[in-house]
């Protein structure tokens, strides 16, 4: 079936600390794989994405890194700061999202909580 | 900012009655979509709409329709509202592929609160 699901509901790191985010996902046919972050009364912000033909990808202060071998998917923040405290979700798209009959399919969310 | 807005933000519908939420987007954001969250959930897909036209849906019953206008806006319809419609409607904009950045970005909202008596 489709589903993209998380392992933990809550993370709580220490300010400074790196946090790693787990996300595992069922659906092999996936194209792509994105990061969003939605904090408290807002809508989801983009983050990262990868395309599933790689393994790594970093961005500012973050690396996604994809195993599709066991299908998991992680987020790694370094350096986590209070601004970080958020829902993070990953999806998963199959095809390009502009123009086509495409979807994201989120998971549902992994809260993480930054402590002074 | 995303340059995505929405309205209103939030709203109290009683069941058997009727909703439109409405969302604009940037200019140039020629693909619109409309997620479901439920409270504790992530977004769930309604449907997408390129260029005036839906050309994908998800799980949702005929009860949820939508518009998209020339003028980057659009709109999400539910007829008949029930209980379980009570969520975040979210509006997310893509920009035209020649104008696009990160493969996986959508744009979202801030979303409409809807919550059915």
């Known amino acids: 079936g489709e589903s993209v699901g998380l392992h933990l509901p809550t993370l709580s790191v220490q300010e400074g600390d790196n946090s790693i985010i787990n996300c595992a996902y069922s659906?092999?046919?996936?194209?792509?794989f994105i990061w969003y972050k939605q904090e408290s009364g807002k809508g989801p912000q983009f983050i990262i994405d990868?395309?599933?033909?790689?393994d790594k990808r970093q961005g500012q202060r973050v690396t996604v890194l994809l195993n599709k071998t066991v299908k998991h998917l992680s987020l790694q923040i370094a350096a986590t700061q209070p601004g970080d405290s958020a829902v993070y979700f990953c999806a998963e798209a199959r095809g390009a999202l502009t123009g086509g009959g495409n979807k994201l399919t989120f998971g549902t969310g992994t809260q993480l909580k930054v402590e002074l | 900012e995303t340059g995505v807005t929405q309205s209103p933000t939030h709203l109290i519908k009683t069941r058997g009655q009727q909703v439109t939420l409405r969302c604009s987007s940037q200019s140039g954001h020629n693909t619109v979509s409309w997620y479901q969250q439920a409270l504790g959930q992530g977004p769930q897909f309604i449907f997408q709409y390129y260029r005036e036209e839906e050309n994908g849906r998800g799980n949702f019953p005929p009860r949820f329709s939508g518009l998209q206008f020339p003028n980057y806006s659009s709109e999400l319809n539910v007829n008949a509202l029930e209980l379980d419609d009570s969520a975040l409607y979210l509006c997310?904009?893509?920009?035209?592929?020649?104008?696009?950045?990160?493969?996986?970005?959508?744009?979202f909202g801030e979303g409409s609160r809807l919550t059915v008596l």
């Open positions: 997310a904009s893509r920009p035209q592929l020649s104008l696009a950045g990160a493969a996986g970005e959508l744009f």
């Open positions: 990868i395309r599933s033909n790689m």
């Open positions: 659906n092999s046919a996936s194209d792509y």
